[in-house]
């Protein structure tokens, strides 16, 4: 099973896409708290469009409240920013992975970042483009952590 981890996600509309990703690769959604909206707003559902109601989310008043239920001393954690070195594709996803990816306006906290330096990657880019849009990142990032563990097989 994959997990998406937002962390503090500040605009509906990705999070809704992301979240109709999610249902479609039966994958669960975890939003860290503070939150940029509220998740009863419309443009979140309108972009979820009708699957909101199949979509498995939890959601966490923090990182370390998420962190006191998955630990993140065990294996598959990953994270996501434009400021790694590593490629998406130099991780080994597993099996269960969770995958984390930060604020649209300022990623993740870059003390995160650091502590777990050898666990951060980014996609790809010419050097023109500061960032991608967050739903696509987390749509790039899950096929490849599909596709490495096998994922795909539960999606038939």
Same mark, same amino acid.
């Given at each position: 099973?994959?997990?998406?981890?937002?962390?503090?996600?500040?605009?509906?509309?990705?999070?809704?896409?992301?979240?109709?990703? =999610?249902?479609?690769?039966?994958?669960?959604?975890?939003?860290?708290? +503070?939150? #940029?909206?509220?998740?009863? !707003?419309?443009?979140?559902?309108?972009?979820?469009?009708?699957? $909101?109601?199949?979509?498995?989310?939890?959601? $966490?008043?923090?990182?370390?409240?998420? $962190?006191?239920?998955?630990?993140?001393?065990?294996? #598959?954690?990953?994270?996501?920013?434009?400021?790694?070195?590593?490629?998406?594709?130099?991780?080994?996803? =597993?099996?269960?992975?969770?995958?984390?990816? #930060?604020?649209?306006?300022? #990623?993740?906290?870059?003390?995160?970042?650091?502590?777990?330096?050898? !666990?951060?990657?980014?996609? +790809?880019?010419? +050097?023109?483009?500061?960032?991608?849009?967050?739903?696509? =990142?987390?749509?790039?990032?899950?096929?490849?952590?599909?596709?490495?563990?096998?994922?795909?097989?539960?999606?038939?």
């Amino acid at each position: 099973m994959i997990h998406i981890v937002l962390i503090e996600p500040q605009i509906p509309q990705n999070t809704g896409n992301i979240g109709r990703l =999610c249902v479609a690769t039966k994958s669960t959604l975890h939003l860290i708290h +503070p939150l #940029g909206f509220r998740t009863t !707003q419309k443009e979140l559902r309108r972009a979820g469009l009708d699957y $909101w109601q199949h979509l498995e989310v939890r959601e $966490w008043e923090s990182l370390a409240h998420f $962190w006191e239920h998955h630990p993140i001393e065990s294996r #598959g954690h990953f994270f996501f920013s434009t400021k790694a070195r590593q490629i998406h594709y130099q991780a080994r996803f =597993c099996e269960e992975s969770y995958l984390y990816f #930060g604020r649209e306006d300022r #990623g993740i906290d870059e003390g995160v970042l650091r502590v777990f330096s050898g !666990q951060v990657y980014r996609l +790809p880019m010419a +050097p023109i483009a500061r960032s991608l849009n967050l739903a696509t =990142c987390v749509g790039a990032v899950l096929y490849e952590a599909l596709r490495q563990s096998g994922g795909y097989e539960a999606l038939r």
